[in-house]
């Protein structure tokens, strides 16, 4: 049984960047543009209304300084819960991911970097992961808010892998293990950072500096 595409909404106050966007995930296999705006209020509302799968969201959205995508993104996962949104922007300041990673966002790409990033990052935001560009991750690095947790060399290489978007079954090809292995690090992984999924797991990973872009396989 073939697998209904990827339901996508754009939020870009940009006609242009929009165009774009809809050209390149229009003419790729599994994705369907279902919706676009230029403003944030309306895209909450798109988003309520279609309910897609994967919002990408500019995040800085000129229509109203004070709901730029970030807080448009807390309101559209308020007002539209089954959806996943992913930043699309040309700034990839580390106050900027956190705060949209806080906002709830599942993934951060910049719009300067290859079509193959910002498509993992979809894949990976509706699969309930996170998809964060490489030259994001680099600004995370190091900069963790506490004491880290004492993670086994294994259970990092798990996290990085985690961390960019891989299944279980990838991870364990990429690491040479059994999967049900891999299922044992995260569950570990999940009891040291306190989370209880995938998503939440990242989110702690970022905020305690975990992930090494040197290292992110």
Do not use: C, W
Request: hydrophobic share 45%.
């Amino acid at each position: 049984m073939t697998r209904p595409p990827l339901r996508l909404l754009l939020v870009d106050d940009h006609a242009v960047v929009r165009a774009g966007l809809r050209a390149l995930l229009d003419g790729e296999p599994g994705f369907a543009v279902v919706g676009e705006t230029g403003d944030g209020a309306t895209g909450v509302r798109l988003a309520e209304q279609l309910r897609p799968d994967v919002t990408l969201m500019d995040l800085r959205l000129s229509d109203n300084a004070a709901a730029d995508g970030v807080e448009t993104t807390r309101r559209m996962l308020a007002a539209a819960p089954g959806t996943r949104v992913v930043i699309l922007t040309s700034y990839g300041s580390q106050h900027d991911v956190l705060r949209a990673v806080e906002a709830g966002a599942s993934g951060y790409v910049l719009k300067a970097g290859p079509p193959e990033e910002l498509l993992r990052a979809i894949r990976a935001a509706a699969a309930g992961g996170m998809g964060m560009a490489p030259e994001v991750t680099t600004h995370l690095a190091g900069r963790g808010a506490g004491p880290e947790p004492a993670l086994s060399a294994r259970e990092v290489e798990v996290l990085r892998l985690l961390a960019g978007g891989h299944s279980n079954r990838a991870i364990a090809d990429a690491l040479f293990l059994a999967e049900a292995t891999v299922k044992t690090h995260l569950i570990r992984i999940y009891r040291k950072l306190g989370t209880d999924n995938r998503v939440s797991t990242v989110k702690e990973a970022i905020r305690l500096g975990l992930i090494d872009i040197d290292t992110l396989m």
